[in-house]
T-cell receptor
């Protein structure tokens, strides 16, 4: 389809393991965002990529979290040495170009991460 | 520090009546405000937005009102329909060095009873 896709849809891992989450944005969208939603809470901003600019990493909760984006396409969010508090739904979104007025973000279905 | 607050975790409304979802913010530098709707097991979808230079934006059954002096916005849905039952997130965008950041509220779960 033409929407944002994320994989895997579900991931169960053991505490201390590393995980990698993938996001495929909508083709042509220059901006890409990662959010985290813990159970019963709102969306927590993690990181934002815009074109070739340096990413805004101000929302990453610790140095165990990192993300990369290849040009204006796929992004991966990596969590090293996972902890139980990392359990959440990780949502990716993309938008055409935030500088062009209202910034409607298109969200993927999310990856549900469970750390045992 | 919650810059965007949705103080009502849930709201129940009868079908056909008006639903009013509220949102408060603290940062006067936000330039756009948005509402997103989320169904279970799906990502949020954009509903309606308003620029900080306006006080009202209407799209069909959905109207967003912005009161900048009170740092408050609200989403009105009229008439409410059972299919509107979902979690609604208020979001605000600010321009930071290097780009844009969107801050989301915690969401309000709307139940529309038939």
């Amino acid at each position: 389809g033409a929407g944002v896709s994320q994989s895997p849809s579900n991931k169960v891992t053991e505490k201390g393991k590393d995980v990698e989450l993938r996001c495929d944005p909508i083709s042509g969208h220059t901006a890409l965002y990662w959010y985290r939603q813990r159970l019963g809470q709102g969306l927590e901003f993690l990181i934002y990529f815009q074109g070739n600019s340096a990413p805004d990493k101000s929302g990453l909760p610790s140095d165990r979290f990192s993300a990369e984006r290849t040009g204006e396409s796929v992004s991966t969010l990596t969590i090293q040495r996972t902890q139980q508090e990392d359990s959440a739904v990780y949502l990716c979104a993309s938008s055409v170009n935030p500088g062009l007025g209202v910034d409607e973000q298109f969200f993927g279905p999310g990856t549900r991460l469970t750390v045992l | 520090d919650q810059q965007v607050k949705q103080n009502s975790p849930s709201l129940s409304v009868q079908e056909g009546r008006i639903s009013i979802l509220n949102c408060d913010y603290t940062n006067s530098m936000f330039d756009y405000f948005l509402w997103y709707k989320k169904y279970p097991a799906e990502g949020p979808t954009f509903l309606i937005s308003i620029s900080s230079i306006k006080d009202k934006n209407e799209d069909g059954r959905f109207t967003v009102f912005l009161n900048k002096s009170a740092k408050h916005l609200s989403l009105h849905i009229v008439p409410s329909q059972p299919g509107d039952s979902a979690v609604y997130f208020c979001a605000a965008r600010s321009i930071n060095t290097g780009g844009f950041k969107t801050i989301f509220g915690a969401g309000t779960r709307l139940f529309v009873k038939a």
